[in-house]
């Protein structure tokens, strides 16, 4: 008998919170106060002649566009007559210094799926680092290029060099 009580009044409580749900959904709320109108400024310009009243402003060139700066250039004209223009010192050639590669990731390659007629469409599975991928040709992962998928080998190219690994 307590059960059938407690679930009468579960289901009472139960109609109660849905109907609040309901009513506060489909109850349309009161409408905004709306504010008194605001009374017009009467304006302080004066008409005349625009070209007269507004200076003229000089535009600069966008300094974001193609490197020039927006601020105006002097020309040989603008200088001093008794002064040259100084030629600047060529810049000294730096030496190139041949960038060491780091060695190879470790690359495990674990099969492939598509149509072996259509290479491009191939997408190869490839662990790299530990860290599984999978890769169409042409997608690049740690600064390496997957060139080829075959269905038994991948091939990579990495800063020029170009190594395969075989399915395993």
Do not use: C
Not at 12 to 35: D, S, T
Not at 150 to 157: E, N
Not at 162 to 168: D, E, G, I, S, T
């Amino acid at each position: 008998m307590r059960q059938r009580v407690a679930q009468v009044l579960l289901g009472a409580l139960v109609l109660a919170v849905w109907g609040a749900v309901v009513l506060r959904a489909f109850n349309k709320p009161k409408e905004l106060e709306v504010a008194p109108p605001v009374a017009p400024v009467e304006s302080q310009l004066q008409v005349g002649n625009a070209k007269e009243e507004v200076p003229h402003l000089e535009l600069a060139r966008d300094p974001f566009l193609d490197g020039n700066s927006g601020a105006p250039r002097r020309s040989n004209s603008d200088l001093p007559r008794n002064t040259r223009p100084v030629a600047q010192a060529p810049r000294p050639v730096q030496k190139s210094v041949p960038v060491r590669s780091s060695p190879w990731p470790s690359v495990a390659y674990t099969g492939s799926m598509g149509n072996a007629q259509d290479p491009a469409s191939r997408l190869a599975f490839v662990t790299i680092n530990g860290k599984d991928h999978m890769l169409r040709a042409g997608a690049s992962v740690n600064d390496m290029v997957l060139k080829e998928v075959l269905s038994d080998s991948v091939v990579f190219v990495r800063h020029g060099d170009r190594k395969a690994w075989a399915r395993q």
